[in-house]
Nanobody, 123 residues
Framework: QLQLVESGGGLVQPGSSLRLSCAARGNDLRGYTLAWFRQVPGKDREFVAAITWTGEGTLYADSVKGRATISREVFKSAIILEMNTMRSEDTGVYYC????????????????WGQGTQVTVSS
């Protein structure tokens, strides 16, 4: 099992950019998929983006495609989410998640989760 710790959340102005980091500890990341989800009260957890650690493949939700980039920092055992043109509907608690092997978009497929970091997009 991995321990996942998110950082970088806070108050963001509409139209500006965001950078989130997820540090992973506890195991070799080869063979793992790392992903970002977000959630607001009263709604289901929503897939944002995912990346396989050993490969270069990525997957993005339609809501962030063209605005978001997910990447690896190999020597820090971390994944980065960068988003621009932030909108009020991007507000939520952002969670880092992990699973072994294949990339999935359903939260139930992931069995390792961070504590989450709040992102609020507001003037």
């Amino acid at each position: 099992q991995l321990q996942l710790v998110e950082s970088g959340g806070g108050l963001v102005q509409p139209g500006s950019s965001l950078r989130l980091s997820c540090a992973a500890r506890g195991n070799d990341l080869r063979g793992y998929t790392l992903a970002w989800f977000r959630q607001v009260p009263g709604k289901d957890r929503e897939f944002v983006a995912a990346i396989t650690w050993t490969g270069e493949g990525t997957l993005y939700a339609d809501s962030v495609k063209g605005r978001a980039t997910i990447s690896r920092e190999v020597f820090k055992s971390a994944i980065i989410l960068e988003m621009n043109t932030m909108r009020s509907e991007d507000t939520g608690v952002y969670y880092c998640a992990a699973k072994q092997w294949t990339v999935e978009t359903m939260p139930d497929a992931y069995n390792m989760w961070g504590q989450g970091t709040q992102v609020t997009v507001s003037s």
